[in-house]
């Protein structure tokens, strides 16, 4: 187990990985738009929206199980002791941060929504200092802040900044505050990581926070039109593999090294997610601006990670 945590704290192993992560997120925005689409689900039903995030959530969860099975060649179960904590993480992680998410949506403009929804990379780096032992909030880390948010801004608005004006509790607070929910969980799972595999308390907190989800969704009317065909099937498996791919080798890599090192490189999310949206979507293409924006982003990322 050393050898394989010496592995994941080797710096290109550790950036590598992340960025795989990142790239993964960034495919997931536009392959949720066009499921939406083959699933028949309105841009304001709420619902739908949980119950489809439910059943995505479960199955990944399921595949991360069943692989740790394999791997390990026998039925593996959390200790009992153990579950509240994973219900607990499941419920702030996956079913908290996702309603607040899609109830944020609902309020705020695509550009704000995009903007506050990647906030949770920062807040590791500001809540850090007050949880864990020795982790300072130095200058450098501020000023890298400041340049990853400006890189999040370009990314987000562009150079129409009138798109993020004003402010909506409802709409933009929603948003930031699933953020602050996805930061705040992976100080609780690195504590329950120190019990369990990685593996473990990545699939049993997708599984139990994706039950709520869909129980939410059911219990609101939600609906998922099963008449997509074999496109609406691969959509959806997609889904669920990046989901349970990207979350497992995010906590493996949370596990094994400094949060602040980690977290901060989730700010390529958008990036990602911005360069696949002009492929897939026929979106704005990856312009001079964007490329400003990956520019701030790897320099607030390098002096956040330099004293990290």
Do not use: H
Not at 178 to 199: G, I, P, V
Not at 212 to 217: A, D, H, R, T
Not at 239 to 252: D, F, G, N, R
Not at 280 to 297: D, R, Y
């Amino acid at each position: 187990m050393e050898k394989q945590a010496n592995v994941f704290q080797k710096p290109v192993v550790m950036i590598s990985l992340a960025l795989l992560c990142t790239a993964l997120w960034g495919s997931a925005s536009p392959a949720i738009k066009v499921s939406y689409e083959l699933f028949r689900i309105d841009a304001g039903d709420f619902f739908s929206k949980c119950l489809i995030a439910g059943v995505r959530f479960f199955i990944a969860g399921v595949v991360v199980i069943l692989f740790e099975m394999a791997c390990n060649k026998k039925v593996m179960m959390p200790p009992l002791r153990e579950m509240p904590g994973l219900l607990g993480l499941g419920l702030v992680q996956t079913s908290l941060q996702y309603i607040l998410f899609y109830t944020g949506l609902a309020y705020t403009t695509g550009a704000r929504g995009a903007l506050f929804s990647s906030l949770d990379g920062f807040f590791i780096v500001l809540i850090s200092p007050l949880i864990i032992q020795g982790q300072k909030l130095t200058p450098s880390k501020l000023f890298g802040c400041v340049l990853g948010f400006l890189g999040l801004v370009l990314t987000s608005a562009g150079t129409n900044l009138t798109q993020l004006a004003g402010f909506s509790l409802l709409g933009d607070g929603a948003v930031a505050m699933s953020s602050l929910c996805f930061a705040l969980s992976f100080f609780y799972a690195k504590k329950l990581m120190e019990r369990m595999s990685a593996q473990t308390v990545t699939g049993w907190q997708m599984v139990l926070g994706a039950i709520v989800l869909i129980v939410v969704g059911l219990a609101g009317g939600g609906k998922m039109y099963m008449g997509g065909g074999a496109k609406a099937i691969l959509l959806l498996a997609y889904l669920c593999l990046l989901s349970s791919v990207a979350y497992t080798l995010w906590s493996v890599l949370m596990k094994n090294n400094p949060v602040n090192k980690v977290s901060i490189l989730k700010l390529f999310t958008p990036i990602f997610g911005a360069l696949i949206s002009s492929f897939v979507l026929q979106e704005t293409p990856f312009t001079f601006t964007n490329i400003i924006a990956l520019l701030l982003v790897c320099t607030g990322i390098w002096l956040i990670n330099r004293e990290a």
